[in-house]
């Protein structure tokens, strides 16, 4: 009985939580704690895809919204596994909203705004994924490259959907992979893939307003909205900015 109590006692009790801040389509703030979904994958925020008209979509910031919905102002819970690899910033989670049976990891595939990411996923939502591709729900009723192909920059990545067609694939990932990507709102950071960020264990360099380089950047690759978002993304403060927050 007595261990029992001491288990008790040093076990870590999961409340709801009030006033959850969604940071994209997989990501979410509790407190001083930001949780990655466990086992999902959601277009970054940055992140275009076609609709099944074939006209360019924000799907990334779609994907962050859904979320939003999801969540409806509701308390949340997450199960936290544990620190993130390798961005120690942030922790992984399984996170409920209140009067929902579903977590909300599963919910984001079903709805087709996030994928089963393996090998994380352990095929748990496999079947989620299948659901939603068949009935061409959220981003599989149009065109899009899987989330982890668009954050390292990979143009030739398989193109997944309903709406993908062979003889526009030039014209497809063109729009997949803009050549001037649009700001999405409040997202001012700009991120450039570079081979030399590669020697610090990075994908690419950030730049901040009011740092030398960033005028001169005209055409970045990804746009962040905070320092955290972009080193979670594998990439680097630029040198010149040093010192700045």
């Known amino acids: 009985m007595l261990f029992i109590l001491?288990?008790?006692?040093?076990?870590?009790?999961?409340?709801?939580?009030?006033?959850?801040?969604?940071?994209?389509?997989?990501?979410?703030?509790?407190?001083?704690?930001?949780?990655?979904l466990d086992g999902i994958d959601a277009p970054e925020l940055d992140q275009m895809c076609i609709d099944e008209?074939?006209?360019?979509?924000?799907?990334?910031?779609?994907?962050?919204?859904?979320?939003?919905?999801?969540?409806?102002?509701?308390?949340?819970?997450?199960?936290?596994?544990?620190?993130?690899?390798?961005?120690?910033?942030?922790?992984?989670?399984?996170?409920?909203?209140?009067?929902?049976?579903?977590?909300?990891?599963?919910?984001?595939?079903?709805?087709?705004?996030?994928?089963?990411?393996?090998?994380y996923a352990r095929g748990r939502f496999r079947e989620d994924e299948a659901g939603a591709k068949d009935d061409r729900r959220g981003l599989w009723k149009g065109c899009f490259v899987a989330p982890q192909e668009f954050r390292h920059g990979r143009k030739d990545g398989a193109l997944l959907g309903a709406s993908c067609r062979a003889d526009k694939d030039r014209e497809i990932r063109a729009a997949l992979f803009p050549e001037e990507p649009a700001m999405p709102s409040g997202c001012s950071i700009k991120g450039k893939f570079a081979v030399r960020a590669r020697f610090t264990g990075n994908v690419g360099v950030y730049h901040l307003q009011g740092c030398r380089s960033y005028p001169a950047l005209t055409q970045p690759d990804r746009w962040f909205c905070s320092e955290d978002d972009a080193q979670a993304a594998g990439f680097r403060r630029a040198y010149n900015c040093r010192g700045r927050t």
């Open 6 to 36: 001491v288990l008790l006692l040093f076990s870590p009790v999961q409340s709801f939580a009030a006033g959850a801040i969604v940071r994209d389509g997989a990501t979410l703030q509790l407190a001083d704690t930001t949780y990655r």
């Open 53 to 119: 008209h074939a006209d360019p979509w924000a799907c990334g910031v779609e994907a962050r919204d859904q979320l939003s919905k999801l969540i409806g102002g509701r308390q949340v819970r997450c199960e936290d596994l544990g620190l993130a690899t390798p961005y120690k910033k942030r922790h992984v989670g399984i996170c409920t909203v209140e009067g929902e049976t579903a977590n909300l990891n599963q919910l984001l595939v079903r709805q087709g705004f996030a994928l089963n990411f393996e090998p």
